[in-house]
């Protein structure tokens, strides 16, 4: 994970190497969610000059299966200095997304979006305070190993212009449908403000609202990087006015999660620690834990009355040992659910959960489990 940009003139440093057994395939069994970590600063360069992204401090002790990374959209298009010429020009997210991805192993699913604002907790240590950044180039990246009882995969719907409908037999084949091990659909739709967005994520969202799964996530400005499993390969991206829906899927019957909704009441310390007190009361063990934020770009400190990273303090002061991510977007998934490890979910009802919103936030738990990684 990674914070704000800063960074001076120090050129970053080069990728660290793999031990031998990582390299070779061979098991480990050190558990490392967070390996190592992208500065996105803004030196970010294109070119032999310097590195598009450092890679900082830690080892890698294990080569990432699934890599979740998100920045905002003055780190993808923003401009940066041209060492050779002496001059800024304009950088091109195409370009910056893939030279990303050259850092990490080909066979690895990426997912990469853009986003108004972040969410970060520096180097995924709790010893740091998580940081909700609104303004300034910043971004992060979740590096996931090979996990005994844990499956995660990409996935992409996108919006057919011929047919209104949406054909549901693409949920099987993404790992939606038929699967008694899902637990947890992060979803990121894209490109919310084309004409039939909101009605395509809906039939999207809709057919998913079980109370066996978490679903969580938000609306984003696009994404820059998708590829999965079965396609190794960077997928085409679509034309910039295409809308549609990317996301992670959990799976593995160890997984535990919970969600919490903050809505348009909740606008002070002590209504965010109480939605807080709500997502504590979920019993989530915090080993092997992610927390995750997706607030609308009208909350934060215009909501808040000018104090800054109240959701993110009140986070923290309840899950200290907990990391937090997410982002800044347009429009917010969610609710407040809870699928614990014997799989019985609190608060249960037969109505259907409303789970898309505005000018809210949703805070997510995801665990993991206690099985140790393996390289695979």
């Keep these: 994970a990674a914070g704000p940009g800063g ?35 803004s030196y970010l360069a294109i070119g032999p000059a310097a590195p598009p992204f450092s890679v900082c401090s830690q080892k890698v002790h294990v080569l990432p299966q699934t890599v979740l990374y998100i920045a905002d959209a003055e780190t993808f298009s923003g401009h940066e200095e041209c060492h050779e010429q002496k001059k800024a020009r304009k950088r091109n997210s195409k370009e910056t997304a893939i ?49 005994d009882g844990v499956k995660i995969h990409t996935f992409h719907f996108s919006k057919d212009l011929k047919n209104r409908v949406f054909d549901e037999s693409k949920f099987a084949e993404a790992g939606l449908k038929n699967n008694p091990d899902l637990r947890v659909v992060l979803l990121f739709g894209y490109n919310s403000w084309k004409s039939g967005a909101t009605r395509f994520l809906h039939q999207i969202v809709n057919p998913l609202n079980e109370k066996s799964i978490i679903l969580a996530g938000g609306q984003v400005e696009s994404f820059t990087s998708l590829t999965s499993e079965k396609n190794p390969v960077r997928w085409r991206l679509p034309p910039g006015d ?59 400190y215009r909501h808040y009355k000018t104090k800054r990273n109240m959701e993110a303090d009140a986070f923290r002061k309840f899950f200290p040992n907990v990391p937090l991510f997410g982002f800044f977007g347009h429009g917010e998934i969610g609710c407040d659910r809870i699928v614990t490890g014997n799989f019985v979910l609190r608060e249960c009802n037969d109505i259907k959960d409303d789970l898309l919103h505005g000018y809210t936030t949703v805070m997510t738990l995801i665990h993991l489990g206690s099985t140790k990684a393996n390289q695979a």
């Design 7 to 41: 960074g001076g003139g120090l050129q970053p440093p080069r990728p660290p190497t793999p031990p031998a057994a990582a390299q070779a395939g061979r098991p480990l069994r050190r558990m490392l969610w967070f390996g190592f970590h992208f500065s996105l600063r």
């Design 99 to 147: 030279a990303l991805e050259k850092l990490l192993p080909k066979r690895c699913q990426v997912l990469g979006l853009v986003t108004p604002g972040i969410v970060v907790t520096p180097m995924g240590s709790s010893s740091n305070q998580p940081q909700e950044i609104e303004e300034g180039e910043a971004g992060f990246a979740l590096l996931f190993p090979k996990i």
């Design 242 to 300: 295409a809308c549609g829906v990317v996301g992670l899927a959990f799976s593995g019957p160890q997984i535990q999660s919970a969600t919490v909704l903050l809505d348009q009441d909740v606008a002070d310390e002590r209504t965010a620690e109480a939605a807080m007190q709500r997502l504590k009361a979920a019993n989530i063990p915090e080993r092997n834990t992610i927390g995750f934020m997706f607030a609308c770009v009208g909350r934060g």
